[in-house]
C-alpha cells in the first residue's frame, strides 16, 4: 500500500511527542532501580547498554509492563518495527492497557511496522494503529502528543482506513479548549493538505502565538521549508533555537530542516552539538542519530576525520544503526 507516514508521523511530530512523554511509567517496585536505570540510559541515547538492562528486568519480571514499554520505545528508536510492535503489546497486557502513553506508542510501533507491510497487512495495521490513537486520546483527553498523532493519522490515511480531514477538524475543535496549540497545528496540517496555504500559515503562526515554544517554531520553519522559502524557514528556526531553552531533541529538527534546505551548515551543527552537550537528551532524538547527523554535516564540508569520530559514536550507542555503519563503511 501506499505509504501512510502512520509510523514516522512527519519526524517533527514523534519527536515532540517522545519529549512530552519522557517521564516514566511507575515500575514494579522490585525491579524499579533497574528499570529506572535503563530509562536513563535510553534517554542519554545508550540503546544497546537500554536493551540488555530491560531484557534482564523482563527475565526476572516477565509481567513488568513498564520495562515491555521501555523496551518498545528501544526498539522503535532503532527503528526495529516487529520488535517494537511485540514488546508494546506486551506492555498493554501487563497491566498498561489503560494508560494512554502507553497507547499512544502501540500506535506509533503499529505505524511503524505499517509502512514496512504489503498492502494487506498494511491496511490491517492501519486499523490498529488508529483504534490505538484513539483509545489514548479517549483515556486521557488532555495527551496533547496523542491528540497530535491521532490528528496526523487523520490526515495522511486514506478513508478505507478512517483517515479523513473532516475527522482531524473534528479533532481540533473538541481539543481547541484544553490544548489551543495542538488545535492550531491540527488546522495547519489540514490547510496544507488541501494546499490552501495562507491559512495553513495562519495557523502555524497561530500555534506560535499560544506561548512562542520552539516546537511551534520549528513546525512553522518546516512548513516554509516545504514550501521553498528559505529566508522565512532559517529565520524561524532562528526563532526556534532562541526558544528552545533546555536544548531538548527539537534541536535535530531544526539540524534536519536546515539539512533539506543546504542551508545554515553551521547553524545546524552548533544546535546538535548544543543537545549532545544538554542534560535534555532522550529518546525523542536518539543521540546516536544526533551524532550522524553531525558526522554527516562534517563530511560535506571536507572533514572527514571529525565525521568519522562521529560515526563511530553512533555505533558505540547502537552498533546496529545502519546509517552510521554504512557510512563509516565508505571511509
Known sequence: MTSLMLGSLGSRSLRIAVMAMAASIPCVAANKVAADHAEHSL?????????????????????NGAAHLLLCRAFYAQESAAAAVSECEAAL??????ESRAQDWMGRAYGMKADRSGPLTGL???????AAFER?????????????DLSEYYVAAPSIVGGGLDKATSLAARVES??????????????RKKKDYITAEREFRAAVAVAGRAD???DLGDFYAQRGQGDQAVAALRHAVEANAAADASLLDVASILSSIHREPRMAMQALRQYLASNAMSDAGPAFKAHYQLGR????????????SEYEAALALSANYAPARNALQAH
Open 43 to 63: 534517554m542519554l541515547g545508550r540503546v544497546d547498554e537500554a536493551v540488555i538492562e530491560l531484557r534482564q528486568t523482563i527475565s526476572a519480571d516477565p509481567s
Open 93 to 98: 497486557a501487563n497491566g498498561l492497557a489503560g
Open 124 to 130: 490491517s495495521l492501519a486499523k490498529k494503529v488508529k
Open 136 to 148: 489514548a486520546v479517549q483515556l486521557d483527553p488532555e495527551n496533547g502528543v496523542a491528540a497530535n
Open 178 to 191: 484544553r490544548l489551543p496549540q495542538q488545535a492550531h497545528r491540527m488546522r495547519a496540517f489540514v490547510a
Open 216 to 218: 511551534a517554531w520549528t
Open 297 to 308: 554535516l562534517l563530511e560535506a564540508e571536507g572533514n572527514r576525520p571529525a565525521a568519522k
